[in-house]
């Protein structure tokens, strides 16, 4: 009958996260997720208690892996991102890593980025962990959140603690108001002067 073959998994249609490993009652809205199917980051996942979900970015090969109890939603739109409302997530190094790509997990607390590293981001709505065991991350505060430790963790042992209470909500308006200031910026700096200013370096 010939050797065993590995069952069939769907091919990617767009880049997303292709699952590795799944154990426990890991579910969207629309049903169980499958094993070895292909997640698009457009349904939140909710993980009941003792349950994980491992995960590889179909164009840059990261890994990753989430535990419950907890709701995230990662790939988010098919990019390497992650909206953790709670619950862990942990990352890993060297795979998939490359110059100016940056990996971002949102917390309600505030914002987890780095290129390569390996972190553990324990999240809840009113206090986010992150311990780093190798490599660089940037931790990001929401406005009035506290943050323990420094904003640029590095190495092993590493660690910082963001508390206060936060809402995606104010997120998204913080980083709108925040493009809104700098495309502000740039065309002020396009515009002409009513006045002579200098050169456009100056």
């Given amino acids: ?33 499958p094993n ?18 491992s995960v590889r970015h179909t164009v840059s090969t990261r890994e990753l892996t989430l535990r419950g109890p907890g709701v995230a939603l990662p790939c988010l739109g098919g990019e390497e991102e992650v909206l953790l409302t709670e ?10 890593a490359r110059p100016g790509a940056e990996v971002i997990v949102f917390t309600p607390l505030g914002s987890v980025s780095f290129g390569d590293a390996q972190l553990t981001i324990r999240a809840s709505k009113t206090k986010v962990e992150v311990k780093s065991g190798k490599g660089e991350a940037w931790i990001r505060p ?21 508390t206060g209470a936060s809402r995606f ?24 002067a009513a006045t002579d200013g200098g050169t456009l370096g100056d």
């Fill in 1 to 33: 009958s010939g050797p065993p073959r590995p069952p069939r998994v769907p091919a990617a249609t767009q880049p997303g996260c292709r699952v590795l490993t799944l154990t426990g009652d890991v579910k969207t809205k629309s049903g169980p997720v």
């Fill in 36 to 53: 070895g199917g292909v997640i698009y980051g457009t349904e939140w996942i909710e993980l009941a208690k003792g349950s994980e979900i």
């Fill in 87 to 96: 619950g862990v997530v942990e990352t890993t190094a060297g795979a998939g």
């Fill in 142 to 162: 929401a406005k009035a959140v506290t943050r323990q430790g420094p904003e640029k963790l590095g190495g092993a042992g590493a660690k910082a603690v963001l």
């Fill in 169 to 192: 909500e104010v997120l998204i308006e913080d980083c709108e108001a925040a493009a809104g200031a700098a495309e502000s910026l740039a065309r002020a700096v396009l515009a002409p």
